[in-house]
Antibody
Framework: QVQLQQSGPGLVKPSQTLSLTCAIS??????????WNWLRQSPARGLEWLGR?????????DYAVSVKSRVTIIPDTSKNQLSLQLTSVTPNDTAVYFC????????????WGQGTTVTVSS | EIAMTQSPATLSVSPGERATLSCRAS??????LAWYQQKPGQAPRLLIYGTSTRATGIPARFSGSGSGTEFTLTISSLQSEDFAVYYCHQYNNWPYTFGQGTKLEIK
């Protein structure tokens, strides 16, 4: 079955870049049916979708308006993983970050990573 | 963006009793509504999609109903492992959105 394993630092300084990785097993990041997402969760904002990437003969990416100027999702076919980069972080970006998989046939988050708690603090 | 409103924020129910959780959408999402369960320190787990279809491995005591803007998740006889936070999620209109959650606690 599909599994997602997240990794990355739990503490990031203000103004720096948050970088997380989601390693995929049981599927391919370049699958023609999967959609790969990053979300985050905080007491203030609840569950918030950040962005997605998917491959349909070419790569597509969509980002939430709230973070669009600061976020990048990068698929890595050589390592079968996807990464999240969020620049110029502030304490408001403190949250638990999740990667999650959807499929074209069913646009629900059926598979999740374990979550990474990221604190933005000096 | 469609706003999802869940009620109540907290629901206190005794084990063995029935729990009914509500979710309202700010506009119609037809039947493209899912429910997730989240326990402390864990990722959300998909329970129900398409309003009423249980995901793989989800017990029959979980059921969903509704359409348009009003939806319900019912847990027929609460087990100890069911006490958690539940989220609804609409995937009818982009961007997909979540409710703020209902915490189901032991009475």
């Amino acid at each position: 079955q599909v599994q997602l394993q997240q990794s990355g630092p739990g503490l990031v300084k203000p103004s720096q870049t948050l970088s997380l990785t989601c390693a995929i097993s049981g599927d391919s990041v370049s699958s023609n049916s999967a959609v790969w997402n990053w979300l985050r969760q905080s007491p203030a904002r609840g569950l918030e979708w950040l962005g997605r990437t998917y491959f349909r003969s070419q790569w597509y990416k969509d980002y939430a308006v709230s973070v669009k100027s600061r976020v990048t999702i990068i698929p890595d076919t050589s390592k079968n993983q996807l990464s999240l980069q969020l620049t110029s972080v502030t304490p408001n970006d403190t949250a638990v970050y999740f990667c999650a998989r959807m499929t074209s046939a069913l646009m629900v988050y059926a598979v999740w990573g374990q979550g990474t708690t990221v604190t933005v603090s000096s | 963006e469609i706003a999802m409103t869940q009620s109540p924020a907290t629901l206190s129910v005794s084990p063995g009793e029935r729990a009914t959780l509500s979710c309202r959408a700010s506009q119609s999402v037809t039947t493209n509504l899912a429910w997730y369960q989240q326990k402390p320190g864990q990722a959300p787990r998909l329970l129900i999609y398409g309003t009423s279809t249980r995901a793989t491995g989800i017990p029959a005591r979980f059921s969903g109903s509704g359409s348009g803007t009003e939806f319900t998740l019912t847990i027929s006889s609460l087990q100890s492992e069911d006490f958690a936070v539940y989220y609804c999620h609409q995937y009818n209109n982009w961007p997909y959105t979540f409710g703020q959650g209902t915490k189901l606690e032991i009475k």
